[in-house]
Each structure stands twice: as structure tokens, then as C-alpha cells.
């Protein structure tokens, strides 16, 4: 019994898409210039609030630093989501960068002191599910260009 592969007479063509690195790097890089020129390498200060919003029920939600980066990370998390579906040549370098930049946040939570903080381990699990998703995506959107009989 021998499996014939099809390729599509009329599949999609790949695009030439503008590189964009990964956007995960900025919160990462945000965090580290914070922690060290403002924090004087203690995480335990992202807890500091910024600032405190009334709210109808007449208590205030404060608004931490920690809190801040973590909403600007999920925001760019959503923006990697998005980019991770696109079919050009240069997704496939933007998702070695991604696994690259978890291996980065990886190590520096591991190995330094002022990475250990819940809010950079958010930021680092934002970095885990950009490789998962992205991976992931690659690999269905490329089942769906070959179909096996």
C-alpha cells in the first residue's frame, strides 16, 4: 500500500513579509532596564503603585508597576499571536527568535536575582506560549498546504 502525497495546484503563495522581531523583547527589556537603573536590582518593588483609579463602587484600584508591564505585555503577546499567522519566509526566523528570547528569559530568571519576581515570570510564560502558538500555527497552516492519500 503506498501513500501518494498532492501538492495543491492552487495554493496560496508565500509572501515576502517585513522582518519584525519578536515583541516580547521590549517588555523583557523594559523590565531589566527598570529593575536595575530604578530599582537597584530588588523585583520586590514592581509592587509599587503608580497609580489609583476611583471606581464606581467608591474604592480605588491601584495600579502597580508590575501590573503596568504585564498589561503591555499581554497586549504585545496578542500582536505575536497575530503575527504568527502569517505564511512569509521570514515567520520561520521570527519563531527561532521567539524560542531564542524564552531561552533568554528562561536563564535570567534561573541564574539572576532581580528577575525573580512574579512579574517577570509572567512575562517569561507570555514568552513560552508566543513559541508554543507560533509552532503551532506553522504547523497547521503547513498541514493544510500538503494533503496525504
Do not use: C
Not at 33 to 42: D, H, R, S, T
Amino acid at each position: 500500500m503506498s501513500e501518494t502525497v498532492i501538492l495543491p495546484s492552487n495554493a496560496a503563495p508565500r509572501r515576502k513579509g517585513v522582518f519584525i522581531p519578536p515583541l516580547l523583547v521590549f517588555p523583557f527589556v523594559a523590565y531589566n532596564l527598570v529593575v536595575f537603573l530604578f530599582f537597584g536590582g530588588n523585583p520586590a518593588n514592581w509592587a509599587f503603585g503608580m497609580f489609583a483609579l476611583p471606581m464606581p463602587s467608591g474604592m480605588p484600584w491601584a495600579i502597580t508597576a508590575g501590573d503596568f508591564l504585564l498589561v503591555v505585555g499581554i497586549i504585545l503577546l496578542f500582536f505575536e499571536v497575530l503575527k504568527s499567522t502569517q505564511t512569509a519566509r521570514a515567520s520561520i526566523i521570527e519563531h527561532m527568535l521567539s524560542m531564542v528570547l524564552f531561552v533568554v528569559f528562561l536563564v535570567e530568571f534561573l541564574l539572576v536575582g532581580a528577575a525573580s519576581s512574579s512579574v517577570f515570570f509572567l512575562l517569561m510564560v507570555m514568552s513560552l506560549i508566543d513559541v508554543v502558538a507560533g509552532f503551532t500555527v506553522s504547523i497547521t497552516s503547513a498541514s493544510r498546504d500538503v494533503s496525504m492519500n
